[in-house]
């Protein structure tokens, strides 16, 4: 007997979750990443503004991380990433997304843009949208001041040092059918890591998502952020994280099973320099509040001037929890 392959889905958005994918689509496995659809700044911003699309950014990343191009059509993935820096109405804009813009705006349908450029880029896995909605993200800071819009809080200029309370999404949106269909269907699912109220909380905010991940047969593992971010975390410890997290799954927080922490980060003074100046700090691992979960512990991060999970070292840790 064939022994079937393991489903796992990766919710999130953004960096973090590209260095996931980067990691997994090396081992035998079904991969789906389900990506946020909150996106309101730069060029998925204004193509969603002007042209009506889905926010295509984190979509093309999670294209391009799944990307198994040969090295002869190298310069195809590089076209996708390629972003203007001059030109009137093309300044900021990458390639990747006005193509997605343009076959959504070919094929009617966002899904089917998807699915082309998949097959494009010839990706390993498949990349789905949280919600086909048009939905805002929008937040509430512990004084009660209201911020609107996903790049408002993703770039915190209205009282950063105020805490957020809550976030929630205005359209609420619904999940989408083949997105929910992953989710029961995966026996893994992998949260993170990324910005936590901008790249993880806005996919648990959609309608039916966090009833998808109760019905699932999966273990839902977290993987811990390696800095804080000035305006979202001000100085979060994995607790923090956790916490929130388990706030917005609700019921579905008898799923979360595992954390992936990286142990304590003595950073380069070049690169301690460059965090300081964004007030961004290590997260502080304080395991004596993880007791109710499976704490995965070790040195996740891969060299160079920006903090970033190491693809390989991550992917071996989550493929250690499925065996």
């Known amino acids: 007997m064939v022994k079937r392959r393991p489903k796992i889905v990766c919710i999130g958005g953004g960096t973090g979750t590209y260095q996931v994918l980067l990691g997994l689509k090396k081992y035998p496995v079904d991969l789906t990443a389900i990506v946020t659809m909150s996106d309101s700044g ?3 911003g204004k193509l969603r503004e002007e042209l009506g699309v889905l926010p295509p950014g984190d979509i093309r990343r999670a294209l391009l991380a799944l990307s198994e191009l040969p090295l002869a059509k190298k310069t195809l993935s590089s076209l996708f990433d390629y972003r203007f820096n001059n030109g009137e109405g093309l300044v900021g804009h990458s ?6 813009a343009a076959l959504t705006q070919i094929t009617g349908r966002a899904d089917l843009a998807i699915a082309e450029a998949e097959r494009i880029l010839e990706t390993t896995g498949h990349v789905l949208p949280v919600t086909l ?4 993200l929008h937040g509430i800071l512990k004084d009660g001041t209201v911020v609107h819009g996903e790049t408002n809080i993703d770039v915190r200029r209205i009282r950063p040092n105020v805490p ?3 976030v929630f999404l205005n359209p609420k949106g619904e999940i989408f059918s083949k997105a929910k269909k992953a989710i029961i269907g995966a026996d893994l699912i992998v ?3 990324g910005d936590l109220y901008t790249s993880i909380i806005p996919n648990l905010l959609v309608e039916g998502v966090t009833k998808a991940i109760t019905h699932s047969k999966a273990t839902l593992v977290y993987i ?4 804080t971010k000035h305006g979202e975390t001000n100085s ?4 923090d994280f956790i916490r929130e997290i388990k706030k917005y799954l609700g019921e579905a927080s008898d799923k979360f099973k595992v954390v992936i922490v990286n142990r304590k980060i003595k950073l380069p003074m070049t690169v301690s320099a460059w965090y300081k100046k964004y007030k961004s700090t290590p997260v502080v691992f304080d395991r004596k509040n993880l007791k109710e979960l499976k704490v995965i512990v070790s040195s996740f ?3 160079g001037k920006l903090l970033r999970h190491d693809p390989q070292k991550t992917a071996r840790a989550i493929m250690n929890v499925i065996k």
């Open 236 to 239: 979060f410890a994995v607790s």
């Open 42 to 44: 730069g060029s998925s």
């Open 164 to 166: 957020i309370k809550e």
């Open 95 to 100: 390639v990747g997304n006005l193509l997605l």
């Open 133 to 136: 909605d048009n939905i805002h």
């Open 224 to 227: 811990c952020n390696l800095m």
């Open 191 to 193: 949260l993170g890591p």
């Open 301 to 303: 991060v891969k060299p």
